[in-house]
């Protein structure tokens, strides 16, 4: 009977033992599914997350990103634009460039400006039409960049017409000043395909011969300066602008150069 009792003992023993186990492992188990930390290294987790987090930035950067990659020179982005000191641009929104981003310093122009409002309109921030800007000035050159906002217009001979009132003008101000007209700029394929009154390639490569013409019967020195940023297809490259027509600083740093080593 002694040797049975002992017997019953180490059973009941080695039962309670593999039950100890036995909640032990279910335990741990039990944890490992509910806690997704466990097993797991948080410094790789950690680095995951911010690579992913990285990336996805990265990507909404590239699509948001309002400004394009420069093209520019390193000689377009050191040159001296000073030897603009003694000069003045009158014209449209894109002389209105030059003026904001200090390229040049004497600027008189307004956004959808003509060669008839020009003696009407007041300039950015003026008090007096564009044209009196000129009053008791004594400048070396004048610019002039016009047709942009005239291509829709029914008749040339209007343009023309106006064009050379203008530069009369201009003359008659500053007297002992060199008449620059510079070219209209292109535009982008997007741009010119919506021919928004008339405003498409065709018609403003058109209007620059007009322009050409009016600089050898006026006396005056004509700047092709839409070369310099026109693609080789003939349009305004679609990363040089957000609109297709109005570029970035970088681009207008580009044509101004151009004018300045064409002067």
Sequence with gaps: ???????????FALVMIVIVIAVVVFIFLFNSKSDPTVGVNPDIESESAVSVSETAFETTTEVTQSEPPSSASQEDLDFDFSVFDNSVFLG???????????????????VGLTVSTVFTDKAEGSSVPVIEELNGKNYERVFLMFGDNECGWGSMDTFINQYVKLIGKVREKCPGAKVYLLSCLPISKECSDKNVYQYNSDNIEKINGIIKTIAEEQDCSYIDCASSVKGSDGYLPDNYSKDGTHLYKEFDLIWARYVAENM
């Design 1 to 11: 009977m002694k040797e049975n009792k002992g017997g019953n003992s180490r059973l």
């Design 92 to 110: 449209n929104s894109r002389v209105l460039a030059l003026g904001n981003y200090d390229i040049a310093k004497n600027v008189y122009a307004k």
